[in-house]
């Protein structure tokens, strides 16, 4: 049997960025995606956000895709969340995900963080988050096609 633990911190927003996420409503959205996603086999380590994006740990299994686990996540999500009319607008997410591999020995940075989420955006909005995360990689950002 194969044993693989590959750790991805995955990061989407709402279309838009539509701050929609509010609290209680983000709080079930969260719980429904903790539960649905064990009945997929997908396993979610934490999970959190703030009023227009999700941030989750993943740890993908040995056939598992990190676009076919983030579309599973985020199809499913949106489709419930619309069901329940839990949203005052459609739920909709942006096409465009961040994600990235996590070593072991940064697995509790991590999770604290993502637990964190609505302490760190008083103090930084998510498109500046966005812009931290993807300078770490400018020579990928210098070999994208105009």
Known sequence: MSFVRIMVH???ATKYREKILLEEQRRLLITHINENTKKKDIFVDTINGYTDHL??????????TISKVIQLIKGEASHWANNERLFYSRLEWADEYYAASVSESQLQKVRAYIANQEEHHKKVTFQEEYDEFIKDFPKFLSNKKP
Do not use: E, N, P, R
């Open 10 to 12: 995955c990061v989407w």
């Open 55 to 64: 941030h989750t740990l993943i740890s993908l299994g040995a056939d598992q």
